[in-house]
Structures are given as C-alpha cells and as structure tokens.
C-alpha cells in the first residue's frame, strides 16, 4: 500500500483521536490554552527530527510563502475552529468540515493537479454522505440563530484554509521536508495562539488540573505533532484532493471512542454512518497513483 495512503489513513484517525481527548479537557484547559499547549508539545516533539535531519536551506523567496502557509495551516486554523465552537456546536463544525474533499478538488482542478479520477470522485461523494448522516439531523434540526450563523460561516473559513495551505504547501514539502515545515508553522502560530488564550482563558486555574488532565494534553500534543508528520508525508504523496478525503475519518473516529470510552449509545445512524465512510476511503486508498511530483514545482501566488 501506497506509504501516501497509510499517512492519510493515521492522520484522519488522529485528529478524530485529538478531538475526543480535547472535548474531556476542553472546560478545564479552554480552547485558547488548549491549542497554545496542543502545538507547543507538538513543536518540541519536532524540532529534535529538524537539528538530527539534514536538509537544505530554504530560499529567500520561499520564506514569506512558507512562513504564511504555517500561519494558516496553524494558527489561523485552529483560531477559526476555536471561535466556531464557541458560536455553535460541534456537530455543525464537524458537518462543514466534511466538505474539506470537496473544496480540495476545486482548488485541484483550478490549478490543475492530480486529483485521482473517478474512484476518488466516488470516495468523496461516499465520505461526505457518511458524516452527513453521522451528524446531519443534529446539526439542522434547530433553528438557527446569528451566533450560529458566525460560528459556521468561521468553520467553513478554517475549512478553506486547509484546503488551500494543504494545496499549496505540496512542493515545499517535497524540498524541504515535513518535520521543518511543521516547526516553522508552530513557532509563527505562537503568538495568534497566545492572544487566544487571553480571549478565552482556561476555566480551571492551572494549579487545580487534575493529573489526568495533564495526561491528555501531553497526548494531544504528542499525537498532534506525529500527525502533521504523516500530513505532510501523505501530501508529498498525493493529491490534496485525497489526502483531506482521508480526514472523514476524524467525526467517525471520535464517535467511535464516545462509544467505547464514554458510554455513547451505538445507533443505526452510526453504523450506517461508519460503513459509508469505511467504503470512501477504500476508494481513496485503490485509487491509481498520482504522478510523481515534481520537487522544482513553484506554488501558483
């Protein structure tokens, strides 16, 4: 199997994996303290696999274009994420966030890459219907309100913005390699983070958190910054069309623990839900290879 899919595959579960462990510690931590650890772990864990690993320097003209992309791909990111839960709920989050293949072939096909043919067009379609269907009913079944309104529209802007940087960031990966991208985009998402936190500031004073608290935000951290590894791997791989299909698997996944860890109800709705998803990513994962990428590509400004 293709080492591209495998990335993939681990990445979609990781952050599924990220968003159940933060919905346990997100009323003690809060979301702005939360994402400044998150990625704080996430950049010591790289930065050692940047001064063992040698590569070579970064071009003066790459640097605005890298150091922007780890602004978005990081922390505007997350920062929209954060804001957009605040406003709404998560299963509205999670339902907008399911169309990150779909907005991902449309930048494909406007710039004109690789997006996989038909069988990764199908595993789009089935990926998307399966967390609809997961998180659908209770996403559109209340009314919605302006607030609401702000909180999906924030969603469907940390969205799009993965979409582009995930895009876009392909041919700097393949020259400089993932670990260093990853803690270029750490450390320029230190500060948008930081001034998060003094916008929601954690609900539990720090010296109060429980050691279970601290455990899961050390695994946060941990599994985050592997995750971007294998992000950035499987982009160096694949289209980004499929790659990000791979992230339906973050909805399903943290259903999936809710269920075993924190006595969630199993329902047809999710078994349904689980199938179609499961039968996405088998499309990504047979559809035809890509063609190689090219190192010297220059990302379109």
């Known amino acids: 199997m293709n080492s591209g899919v495998v990335a993939g595959l681990f990445t979609g579960m990781q ?24 990625y704080g772990i996430a950049l010591l864990c790289l930065v050692p696999l940047v001064l ?4 070579p320097p970064i071009a003066a003209r790459d640097w605005p274009w890298i150091v922007l992309l780890g602004v978005g791909q990081v922390g505007l990111m997350i920062t929209l994420l954060n804001l957009a839960v605040a406003y709404t709920s998560a299963a509205r989050v999670a339902l907008i966030f399911s169309t990150l293949p779909a907005i991902s072939l449309c930048i494909d096909i406007a710039r004109r890459q ?21 998180v659908g009913h209770d996403a559109f079944a209340a009314r919605l309100t302006g607030p609401e309104l702000i909180g ?44 998060l936190v003094l916008l929601l500031p954690p609900g539990t004073a720090v010296p109060e958190w429980q050691a279970s608290t601290w455990w899961l935000v050390l695994a946060i951290g941990l599994s985050s910054g592997i995750g971007y590894l294998m992000w950035f791997h499987a982009i160096s791989r694949l289209p980004a069309t499929r790659v990000t299909g791979f992230l ?50 220059t990302p379109v400004a």
Do not use: H, W
Request: overall charge positive; proline content about 6%; hydrophobic content about 55%.
């Open 15 to 38: 952050v599924g994996a990220a968003l159940f462990m933060s919905q346990l510690v997100v009323a003690d931590v809060g979301v702005g303290l939360l994402g400044l650890m998150r």
């Open 114 to 134: 690789v997006s996989g043919g038909r069988l990764s067009l199908l595993g789009i379609g089935l990926s998307i219907s399966g967390v609809a269907v997961l």
């Open 248 to 297: 339906a698997l973050n909805p399903v996944t943290a259903a999936l623990l809710s269920l075993i860890f924190a006595d969630a109800t199993l329902t047809p709705t999710l078994i349904l839900s689980v199938c179609l998803v499961c039968l996405g990513i088998a499309c990504f994962a047979l559809s035809p290879p890509a063609r190689a990428p090219d190192p010297e590509a």
């Open 52 to 55: 063992l690993r040698k590569s």
């Open 152 to 195: 999906m529209a924030s969603a469907l802007a940390a969205t799009s913005i993965v979409a582009v940087c995930s895009s876009f960031y392909r041919p700097y990966v393949i020259r400089y390699g993932g670990a260093r991208l990853g803690v270029i985009g750490f450390c320029v998402s230190m500060l948008p983070l930081s001034l």
